[in-house]
């Protein structure tokens, strides 16, 4: 006789029509982070009023979700349902066999051939805005990554198709989107359509992000373009279903998600990394006696990306203390088995990975930024305990693109630049669609050698 699963615990703090909504609000990484210590691998709490939402908390379970079998049973969830508002039916908000399908069509623009020639593009790309950065200025890292990340996404996915004076002009809309998304998913659906003014910013960012680019599409398609970027892929690929050319829209929904992905989160993690080289001197160090002893005099390029380790420890150690996803959702479709736990059709499901990479039972001193905790034998972690990209058939398509990027970009900047804080200076996380730093001022200085000593 099979024993019968606990009950599934609910935390404390929900209002009738509100939901956990003020738990949520203004923050919420403190409630997500206070229920892994709290409760145990399954939490219900109302992230929508009328919506019953399981917390998925251990590592076994999570990767259970998003892997075969379990992964088939499900769809996206009330997080993508917000994003599809704004990118419509993409390869980031779709699943089951629309997913697959949307992911072969655009994997050849992520192949290992382009990604020598992008590399030489995000170099040269680096190397202009650096020119812009003066030693003794005081500026704003995050916003400046963002923009970096922007230039770069032009050039190499699009090829200067859509020029960056289009893309400047969606980078306000996009930050009014992501913005409300992340407030969003915790309003009560009749908040939603009250003519409040966060839904009319939402409504107006959300137009004219998808007009901007709709028009782009259409005068692109006119000209015949065909330079191999991305664009040109999504222009000449064939509907699986219906054997046709991918319409506007369909094309439109996946520039606007390579936008938004390829801006907010590469933007984020840039910042990161250099705020924690500013506090941490010795990884520093380590750093530049890598990219010294590997580089040289010479510029990165396609072949050093799986050459420089250390850099790659820092960078994945960014990606687990600053994980830029806080919550990303699933929805059974049929009755599913998750561990002990039978769920019906209809229940949603969310991780926290952000929570989930800060875990204490996990990683040791899990607020420590420690690169070190990634060399070989260092720490054993089960499956399922780190997924910045995530895991499974949705595993971030771009993950290969955007490791070049980050890899290419730092070993340019760093061996000319180096970033200071004032003294005392912290920078928190900040939680919206995705998690990304708050305001981060830092000042600009030469760096005089790429010796480190």
């Known amino acids: 006789m099979t ?26 990484l ?27 908390q251990d590592p076994s379970l999570i990767r259970a979700m998003l892997t075969n079998p379990i992964a088939d049973t499900l769809d996206k969830g009330s997080f993508f349902d917000e994003m599809r508002e704004v990118l419509g039916d993409s390869v980031v908000t779709v699943g089951g066999d629309l997913h697959s399908a949307k992911r ?10 382009k990604l020598g020639h992008y590399v030489d593009t995000m170099r040269t790309e680096t190397e202009t805005a650096l020119n812009n950065w003066k030693p003794g200025q005081r500026i704003d890292v995050r916003e400046t990554m963002i923009h970096l990340s922007l230039d770069m996404l032009t050039k190499t996915v699009f090829s200067d198709s859509l020029d960056g004076t289009t893309f400047r002009q969606l980078r306000q809309n996009m930050a009014v989107v992501m913005d409300s998304v992340g407030l969003r998913i915790m309003m009560p ?13 939402f409504d107006r960012a959300r137009r004219a992000i998808r ?72 990884r520093e160090a380590n750093v530049l006696d890598e990219l010294e002893q590997v580089l040289g005099d010479r510029p990165v390029t396609f072949a050093d990306i799986s050459r420089l380790p250390v850099l790659e420890r820092v960078i994945k150690e960014v990606l687990r203390l600053h994980v830029t996803g ?19 059709a209809g229940t949603n499901l969310a991780y926290c990975q952000h929570a989930l990479h800060r875990d204490p039972d996990l990683y040791p001193s899990p ?48 061996r000319t630049r180096r ?15 995705t998690v990304r730093p708050g305001k981060m001022l830092m000042t600009v200085q030469k760096r005089e050698s790429t010796v480190a000593h």
């Open 3 to 28: 024993a019968e699963p606990p009950p599934i615990p609910r935390a404390a703090g929900s209002l009738p029509l509100f939901g956990h909504f003020f738990r949520l609000f203004p923050d919420p």
């Open 30 to 56: 403190p409630f997500i982070a206070s229920l892994r210590h709290d409760h145990g691998p399954l939490v219900e709490i109302t992230l929508q009023p009328g919506i019953r939402t399981l917390v998925v």
């Open 104 to 113: 072969r069509q655009l994997q050849p623009a992520f192949a290992r051939p």
């Open 189 to 201: 659906g009749w908040a939603k359509r009250l003519p409040l003014p966060l839904n009319r910013r």
């Open 211 to 282: 007009a901007t680019i709709s028009e782009a599409v259409a005068e692109l398609r006119s000209t015949g373009h065909n330079t191999g970027d991305m664009l040109s892929v999504m222009l000449h690929v064939q509907d699986e279903r219906t054997g046709r050319p991918l319409t506007d829209q369909q094309i439109c929904s996946e520039i606007i998600t390579l936008a938004l992905a390829g801006t907010e989160n590469t933007g984020s993690v840039l910042a990161w990394v250099l705020y924690e080289l500013a506090r941490h001197p010795d």
């Open 326 to 344: 806080w919550i990303l959702t699933r929805r059974t479709l049929t009755e599913t088995r998750l561990g002990p736990w039978t769920l019906p």
């Open 367 to 414: 607020l420590q930024f420690n690169p070190d905790r990634w060399l070989d034998g260092a720490q054993e972690l089960p499956p399922g305990a780190l997924l910045p990209w995530g895991a499974g058939k949705h595993r971030c398509i771009g993950e290969r693109f955007a490791m070049a990027e980050l890899i290419t970009a730092l070993a340019t900047i760093l």
């Open 419 to 433: 970033f200071t804080l004032a003294s005392g200076q912290t920078v928190r996380p900040v939680a919206r669609a």
